[in-house]
C-alpha cells in the first residue's frame, strides 16, 4: 500500500465505549498528525508528533490519548466520549518543515 | 480574530468558467501557503504550494499569494464539474516540523 491508510473508515461508539483509530504512512514522514473535522469548521489540529516525540496537544480533552509506537504508525485511542466528538477524524504525514501534508481518508466517527 | 479566514460558500458555476476562491490571513509571518482540495468522503489532498508572494500556475490551476495585504487566492480556468470539491487554504510557519493552520473551506460545485 502507498500514501497513508486510516482504519476503520466509519465507527460508531456509545459514550462508555472505549476504541483506538489507527493510521499508517508508507511514506517515509518524520512527522504525524491528527486532525478533528467538523461541518463548517476548520481542520482542528490535535496532536503532532515529530520523530516519534509528542510535540504539540492543542488542549485536547485527556478522552483522547494518542500513541506513536514508532515513525509509520499513529494511533488514537477513544475512551467515555461525548457526542460533540462526533466528526472526520484526519490523520496526516509530512517530511520536514517546507513540504505539505498527505492525508489519510478519515475515520467517520460517530458518538450515540 | 480567526487565524485564517475563508468564505465557506458554496459557490455554484457552470462549465467552463473561471472560478477564484480567496483567503485573508491574520499573521505577517506565515510563509508557506497552501490549497488542498477535499472530495466527499475523502482526505484533502495537496494541489497548489507557494512559497512566499507571488503566482504559481499548474494546468488549469493558478495560486497567488500578496503578502502586503495578506490575500491568498486560487483560480480554476474552464472549470469542470470534476472540479467540484471543497477548497482549503492553509498557511504555515517555517520551523521543524511542518503545523499547518486550516480556513475552514469553500464548497464548490460546477455544473454542467
Known amino acids: 500500500e502507498t500514501g497513508v491508510t486510516q482504519t476503520p473508515r466509519h465507527l460508531v461508539m456509545g459514550m462508555t465505549n472505549k476504541k483506538s483509530l489507527k493510521c499508517e504512512q508508507h511514506l517515509g514522514h518524520n512527522a504525524m498528525y491528527w486532525y478533528k473535522q467538523s461541518a463548517k469548521k476548520p481542520l482542528e489540529l490535535m496532536f503532532v508528533?515529530?520523530?516519534?516525540?509528542?510535540?504539540e496537544n492543542n488542549s485536547v480533552p485527556s478522552r483522547f490519548s494518542p500513541e506513536c509506537p514508532n515513525s509509520s504508525h499513529l494511533f488514537l485511542h477513544l475512551h467515555t466520549l461525548q457526542p460533540e466528538d462526533s466528526a472526520l477524524y484526519l490523520c496526516?504525514?509530512?517530511?520536514?518543515?517546507?513540504?505539505?501534508?498527505?492525508f489519510g481518508s478519515g475515520t467517520r466517527l460517530t458518538v450515540v | 480574530q480567526k487565524e485564517v479566514e475563508q468564505d465557506p460558500g458554496p459557490l455554484s458555476v457552470p462549465e467552463g468558467a473561471i472560478v477564484s476562491l480567496n483567503c485573508t490571513y491574520s499573521?505577517?509571518?506565515?510563509?508557506?501557503f497552501m490549497w488542498y482540495r477535499q472530495y466527499s468522503r475523502k482526505g484533502p489532498e495537496l494541489l497548489m504550494y507557494?512559497?512566499?508572494?507571488g503566482n504559481k500556475e499548474d494546468g488549469r490551476f493558478t495560486a497567488q499569494v500578496d503578502k502586503s495585504s495578506k490575500y491568498i487566492s486560487l483560480f480554476i480556468r474552464d472549470s469542470q464539474p470534476s472540479d467540484s470539491a471543497t477548497y482549503l487554504c492553509a498557511v504555515s510557519f517555517s520551523g521543524g516540523y511542518n503545523k499547518l493552520i486550516f480556513g475552514a473551506g469553500t464548497r464548490l460545485a460546477v455544473h454542467p
Open positions: 496526516a504525514s509530512s517530511q520536514g518543515a517546507r513540504h505539505g501534508y498527505t
Open positions: 508528533y515529530s520523530l516519534e516525540e509528542r510535540v
Open positions: 499573521n505577517s509571518a506565515f510563509q508557506y
Open positions: 507557494t512559497y512566499s508572494s
